[in-house]
């Protein structure tokens, strides 16, 4: 999230190099067409039971893989325990049927449909096909990088408001924690507008967009 590029300052004659962070975090959003009902964040890293989190209450829906993957595992467990649940309350507060549909990229490493369904098939999975997904993929149509530019404005941001910044920023970097940065994930998500998300939905579901069925559809 940092520039790739550094600038010496006008007392130095070349700028200092330092290393590139490797870590990396990954994260799912979840919502329906009109963008009105929006699952917290699924967010994967590495470790299982960070410290940051003790005593915390979550923005998001976390866990842990040792690849910071979404694996099939992962994501079979997440339909099960927090999508399901929440599209049945959602569906039942706004007197529709109990029926949804989600959508995902195609990717191997994902459960199946057969597994990705409830016991009444009401509620089920469907994977775009996968040379079309950056057309046509909801969430690729904008979401996806306005977090990341909501992420990366609020990280800066912070970074230049900490007294410490002045003075020593490999500090200030170092007292950034996994905590912070769900924190200011979900925070970026919040303010993804539901007209975004509305619009990313076009080219997928142009015939749809505008009828009640939009309020069935989750990606």
């Known amino acids: 999230m940092l520039p790739d590029k550094t600038l010496a300052d006008h007392n130095e004659k070349v700028a200092p190099e330092r290393k590139l962070i490797k870590a990396r975090i990954t994260f799912m959003p979840c ?11 699924f967010v994967v890293r590495t470790a299982n039971k960070p410290r940051a989190f003790k005593s915390v209450t979550l923005p998001v829906c976390y866990c842990g893989q040792k690849d910071a993957w ?57 994977f775009l096909p996968p040379n079309m997904i950056a057309l046509i993929q909801p969430m690729d149509q904008n979401v996806i990088q306005n977090i990341k530019l909501g992420y990366r404005k609020l990280f800066l941001t912070n970074i230049l408001n900490d007294s410490v910044f002045n003075e020593n920023l490999e500090k200030t970097l170092k007292n950034i924690n996994l905590k912070d940065v769900v924190f200011s994930l979900a925070n970026c ?14 080219n997928l579901l142009s015939n749809f967009i505008d009828s009640e069925v939009e309020e069935n559809v989750q990606t």
């Open 31 to 41: 919502a329906n067409v009109t963008g009105k009902h929006k699952l917290p964040l």
């Open 70 to 126: 979404v694996t099939r595992e992962l994501l079979f467990d997440w339909f099960k325990t927090e999508f399901v649940p929440a599209v049945l309350q959602h569906m039942k507060s706004i007197n529709l049927p109990q029926q949804a549909l989600l959508l995902l990229d195609n990717c191997p490493g994902h459960s199946s449909t057969k597994e990705l369904c409830t016991d009444d098939s009401e509620i089920s999975a469907m």
């Open 189 to 202: 998500w919040a303010s993804v507008s539901t007209l975004l998300i509305n619009k990313s939905c076009k």
